[in-house]
């Protein structure tokens, strides 16, 4: 076979030998790896005096072919029969040392036989051809943080570079950029972020059960709007078990952004309130909120009553009517499809009652005509919180024109876009900061234009409309043209004190050009209809700032806009992580506990003989039968059996009545201070009064040490099993002789 390479060929630097060992690699379908060597350093501390070039890098070295270079012998002891190796003892070597002068490495002897057939499509499998070098790496890595179909990607690379690489290779760079723990890289995420506020709970176990994460974007953002806030579940991390709260503040434009992101293991009362605690404990303005919208969750409206009680909560209409449609159906309410229908748009109706004469009107009619199990639903589901979904009430809280949770929803689809259920909690945190920034550029684009950009629609100028679009945002001035529109329309009049009077919220009311008492002006922050009215009554300019809130005047807005004003990026991350705190497990967290118990006790009972189990499944038994009948039991460690004479074992049976000629002695029934040992596998039966446990029945109380005053012994097993299979009021019967 010609390699291009014979004896003598000289090679400037190792630099030169690797770029012709490449070639020749790659021109024979060949690989080879060096098999001995000895760097220059090496060679000099075993005696080597004269001078070699530094760019030689070894004194000696031989490459040898992947299938040989030294005589394979294998140690196995047949443990693990499937292991394999490349060494085939493959006579292919070539040596290569540096010359007299030290100033070139030269090939002294080339071996160019092999024992074995050379195809390339096998050689271009081999681990060496199939490596990646660090550009085409750092491109896989980045397809892999972008969520990236590692079959796609293992196709890509194939084609750009034509690597034979495989899924396990691919896997094998995943592993390597995950080595750190999950909390680790979760810090090393929010780490970029600015003045990031992350706390981590954990259990007795180190397991995460709650996460709260909020950065200084958040916190400003709350600082500055704080009177709606939106809290909604948006979805569950199957893998970490941990449900996502997202809490959302309503901004100048009418937009949507997140102020604060809690994980929690549960999704019980007090897991909220510990997530509510956190965000209050960490945002001073939080009193200043004043309505909190949800979904019809028990447990979140639980949770905000108990936290956040000077908010006022709303429901989304969009979820209530939901609710509904799923609650009332054909099958569980047993009614024809058009009774459904009819119940849902009466419902439907109720919902968007303006007034509560005009819903007490609507709630007879839905009474008289619909079914007697619908009405008794609505009646039990719905009207004790009519106050929460019904727009005449709604409308006197803060909701800036919106009723529904319909722009949380918005931005929820766009994280679960993003965030897939199935995501570790690094993967998570990580798409969680990369959407959050992506929605902060969308949110200053959409400000940019707001400021840069002029409609259209021209009003005069100097006209009240052409002053207000120049001083308001496009989001409040929607409502303000529609407050001056219908400010046309209002009727007034004058009191005995000279004062203007109008209808307000079905009273009369004196209103001024400053401020007003309607809902409008109370919940908005803007200027409504009768005020509007009073200016044009008092010949006053219809045109004025007072008593609109500070979000809605767009200098305030450009002024405090986060693209204005860039932070100085000195706040340090802060990084919590905690012990959980001690709380009343659910019953669910019941169950779980004890099943992870229960399946390593059903596997200990399985192992050994039948004797064993026989001996296992008894103890388990009993241990049922004594919860079975309410009573209490304590499970000491016996002796091991090997240093008990198995045919003279005795097991005692004590009982002790209330009038017990000793019953201080009775009393005493923790093992660690009894004076008397008993033999092992005593069960002694005591009345709970005797122990001050509040029980009135009897328990049975199993220790291998116990003390008592008087007992009968019986030398069997079958005796001690007779007497516990029946009730404790007839032991007495069965003992005989008592103290």
């Known amino acids: 076979m010609s390699l291009g390479l014979s004896e003598k060929d000289e090679f400037g630097s190792f630099r030169e030998l690797q770029s012709r060992i490449s070639e020749l690699e790659k021109d024979n379908s060949l690989s080879l790896y060096i098999r001995d060597s000895r760097t220059i350093e090496a060679a000099r501390k075993k005696g080597l005096k004269r001078e070699i070039e530094g760019s030689l890098v070894y004194y000696f070295l031989r490459f040898a072919c992947y299938h040989g270079g030294r005589r394979f012998q294998s140690r196995s002891t047949g443990s693990r029969p499937n292991q394999s190796t490349y060494q085939m003892e493959c006579p292919f070597c070539i040596w290569i040392k540096a010359n007299a002068a030290g100033t070139k490495l030269v090939i002294t002897k080339i071996e160019a036989t092999h024992n074995h057939e050379i195809i390339k499509a096998v050689v271009d499998s081999l681990p060496k051809r ?78 995460v059960n709650g996460i709260f994460f909020q950065d ?16 909604d579940a948006t979805c569950k991390l199957k893998n970490a078990c941990l449900a996502l709260y997202v809490m959302m503040c309503v901004g100048p434009n009418g937009e949507l952004e997140i102020i604060a992101v809690f994980l929690t293991a549960s999704k019980d009362v007090h897991s ?75 419902i439907q109706s109720i919902a968007y009652a303006s007034t509560e004469l005009q819903y007490n009107h609507l709630r007879d009619c839905f009474h008289i005509s619909m079914p007697e199990n619908v009405v008794r639903y609505f009646e039990v589901n719905w009207h004790p919180v009519r106050f929460e979904w019904v727009r005449c009430w709604q409308q006197e809280n803060v909701t800036f024109g919106d009723r529904t949770n319909s722009r949380l929803e918005s931005v929820n689809r ?30 200053d684009h959409g400000f940019v234009n707001a400021v840069e950009k002029v409609s259209i629609k021209q009003f005069p100028a100097g006209s009240v409309e052409a002053q207000f679009c120049s001083s308001v945002t496009s989001f409040a001035l929607k409502f303000v043209l529609d407050q001056l529109d219908l400010s046309n329309s209002v009727e007034f009049g004058i009191d005995n004190d000279k004062n203007l009077t109008s209808v307000v919220n079905g009273q009369v009311e004196n209103i001024s050009a400053d401020q007003c008492v309607c809902t409008f002006s109370c919940t908005m922050g803007l200027p409504c209809r009768h005020m509007f009215a009073a200016r044009r009554a008092c010949d006053l300019p219809l045109f004025s700032l007072e008593g609109i809130w500070p979000r809605w005047l767009k200098q305030s807005v450009i002024e405090s806009h986060r693209i204005l004003h860039t932070s100085a990026g000195d706040s340090k991350p802060v990084v919590l992580i905690l012990p959980k705190s001690t709380k009343p497990l659910t019953t669910s967290e019941k169950f779980k506990k004890c099943n992870e118990v229960v399946e390593r006790l059903t596997e ?135 103290s």
């Open 604 to 738: 200990l009972a399985c192992e050994g003989g039948t004797d064993q189990f026989t001996e296992r499944y008894s103890v388990l038994m009993k241990l049922k039968k004594i919860w079975e009948d309410g009573d209490f039991a304590s499970v000491s460690i016996l002796p091991h059996e090997s240093s008990m004479d198995s045919t003279a074992r005795s097991y005692s049976v004590t009982t002790c009545a209330a009038d017990c000629s000793s019953p201080e002695s009775c009393s005493v029934v923790d093992t660690g201070e009894t004076d008397t040992e008993m033999p092992a596998g005593t069960i002694t039966v005591i009345p709970a009064e005797q122990i001050d446990t509040g029980v009135a029945m009897p328990y049975l109380f199993i220790s291998p040490l116990t003390y008592a005053p008087s007992c009968e012994i019986y030398e069997s097993v079958s005796a001690i099993e007779e007497i516990c299979e029946i009730s404790v009021d007839n032991l007495e019967a069965q003992l005989g002789k008592r």
């Open 272 to 346: 909220l309130c510990a997530g509510l605690q956190l965000f209050k404990a960490k945002n001073e303005t939080w009193s200043d909120i004043r309505t909190v919208m949800t979904d019809k969750g028990t447990t979140e409206r639980d949770a905000i009553r108990q936290e956040l009680s000077q908010a006022a909560q709303l429901l989304s209409i969009f979820h209530v009517l939901c609710a509904v449609g799923k609650d009332i159906t054909t099958a569980k309410m047993s009614i024809s499809r058009q009774q459904r229908l009819s119940a849902l748009k009466a």
């Open 414 to 443: 766009r994280l679960k876009a993003i965030v897939r259920a199935d995501s570790s909690l690094p993967v998570f945190f990580k798409d969680l900061v990369a959407t959050v920034g992506c929605m902060r550029h969308e949110r």
């Open 130 to 207: 199939r490596r990646l070098d660090e550009r085409e790496r750092s491109d896989v890595i980045h397809m892999l943080d972008r969520h990236c179909n590692k079959w796609l990607i293992k196709q890509r690379v194939l084609r750009q570079t034509g690597k034979n690489i495989t899924l396990r290779d691919i896997h094998n760079i995943a592993y390597r950029i995950q080595r750190k723990s999950d909390l680790q890289q979760i810090e090393d995420i929010v780490a970029d972020c600015t003045g990031p506020d992350l706390e981590i709970t954990t259990n007795d176990d180190g397991k």
């Open 216 to 231: 200084d974007e958040m916190k400003q953002f709350f600082r500055k709007y704080p009177e709606l806030v939106v809290l």
